[in-house]
């Protein structure tokens, strides 16, 4: 089974800094392209920065830029953000989905939580 | 950033309606654009990509249809199961964006 877990969210501070990570699994996980999206409570989805297969190319949502950092470890099978300078408007369930062909994110990990709050 | 609007943002409807949702792009994108479903508590699962192609295992009561600008995704008759929220996302250039997303209720 295609599968994609993420663990590493929490509550952290305004200002902390937290590290997301997304396991692979069911898939050879170094062919995929792979993305963060968020939803913040009760908002829409926001696509947040894409990782390219031999993360050679990385490109970020001007929300997150300069303070997020994609990365990914392909032996590891294992998709990664830190999240650096974090504020309030970070609040969010974080997923992580994979780039198939024709670019659709398919499939999902169910997600974690990150809560900014002092 | 291309800019997606879907509409409507909310709709009412009942078992067995045919209902249509649009997607228009700030410019154009081909047919570089997906729809994904999601229901309270579970991530978003893709239903259409390529504007039109369906995915496997999406319900053939799910189509999509468009290019250029305008996309339209149309569910020929609601079944129970259907009622959630529907979101369009380009992904014809970086940065990738989804619409604000609409949410189908039953009425």
């Known amino acids: 089974e295609v599968q994609l877990v993420e663990s590493g969210g929490g509550l952290v501070q305004p200002g902390g800094s937290l590290r997301l990570s997304c396991a692979g699994s069911?898939?050879?996980?170094?062919?995929?392209?792979m993305n963060w999206v968020r939803q913040a409570p009760g908002k829409g989805l926001e696509w947040i920065s894409y990782?390219?297969?031999?993360?050679?190319?990385?490109h970020y949502a001007d929300s997150v830029k300069g303070r997020f950092t994609i990365s990914r470890d392909n032996v590891k099978n294992s998709l990664y953000l830190q999240m650096n300078s974090l504020r309030v408007e970070d609040t969010a369930i974080y997923y992580c989905?994979?780039?198939?062909?024709?670019?659709?994110?398919?499939?999902w990990g169910q997600g974690t939580l990150v809560t900014v709050s002092s | 950033a291309i800019q997606l609007t879907q509409s409507p943002s909310s709709l009412s409807a009942s078992v067995g309606d045919r209902v249509t949702i649009t997607c228009r792009a700030s410019?154009?994108?081909?047919?570089?654009l997906a729809w994904y479903q999601q229901k309270p508590g579970n991530p978003p699962k893709l239903l259409i990509y390529?504007?039109?192609s369906l995915q496997s295992g999406v319900p053939s009561r799910f189509s999509g249809s468009g290019s250029g600008t305008d996309f339209t995704l149309t569910i020929s008759s609601l079944q129970p199961e259907d009622f959630a929220s529907y979101y369009c996302?380009?992904?014809?250039?970086?940065?990738?964006?989804f619409g604000g997303g609409t949410k189908l209720e039953i009425k």
């Open positions: 989905a994979r780039r198939g062909y024709y670019d659709r994110f398919d499939p």
């Open positions: 069911g898939f050879s996980f170094s062919d995929y392209g």
């Open positions: 990782i390219s297969i031999s993360s050679s190319t990385v």
């Open positions: 410019q154009g994108i081909d047919t570089a």
């Open positions: 390529d504007a039109s």
């Open positions: 996302q380009q992904s014809n250039s970086f940065p990738l964006t």
